[in-house]
């Protein structure tokens, strides 16, 4: 039997008459190859957040994550609070992101957010500040609407603190690898 694979172009490629030993695959040379980048935007009301070429992207959809891929069918999804993770390069990058649109094309996902914020920008005292307010309105709301509204308040304050975290564990982790570095070129 031979192989078969859908290429980017929609079009079927291979079949049952070609012999087991014929790959009839693209090459690097294929035209037809899927990309491996796409283009990330990212945008809030008050200024463009991401403007990069990225390689993957998971994004809190309002029924869960997504996963994106370079090449993905389109759609477009309501975002809901979340941690938004993309890589660049080999580098993973974090951002916490509450409400708006994601539209996904296959070669460019454009996130509209109510915020977005990268880990450094994160004021950690204000978030703390807004987790303790929100588990208080969970404690004292007197409305199923107040009780909602303290719901999502308290998943936006962990949401960023969980992000803020991350950049501090990174900044550490990097503060610990120069001082590593630097006791050895001490030794030398």
Not at 27 to 51: A, G
Not at 66 to 71: A, C, D, F, V
Not at 156 to 183: I, M, N, P
């Amino acid at each position: 039997m031979g192989r078969w694979w859908l290429a980017s172009d929609g079009q079927h490629h291979g079949g049952a008459e070609i012999s087991e030993d014929f790959d009839e695959r693209p090459t690097t040379n294929d035209q037809r190859l899927m990309p491996d980048t796409f283009q990330l935007e990212i945008v809030t009301p008050e200024k463009m957040v991401v403007k990069d070429v990225i390689e993957e992207i998971q994004i809190p959809g309002k029924d869960g994550y997504l996963g994106i891929l370079p090449g993905h069918a389109p759609l477009i999804t309501e975002l809901a609070v979340g941690e938004i993770t993309y890589r660049k390069a080999g580098q993973t990058h974090y951002l916490s992101v509450a409400w708006g649109f994601a539209e996904v094309l296959p070669d460019k996902v454009t996130i509209l957010a109510e915020t977005a914020e990268r880990p450094q920008e994160i004021d950690v005292k204000r978030a703390q500040e807004s987790k303790r307010r929100a588990e208080e309105a969970l404690q004292n709301g007197k409305t199923e609407a107040d009780f909602t509204h303290a719901q999502d308040a308290l998943k936006r304050a962990e949401t960023r603190l969980e992000v803020a975290e991350k950049f501090t564990h990174a900044e550490d982790a990097l503060k610990r690898a120069e001082t590593r570095l630097e006791l050895a070129e001490k030794r030398d």
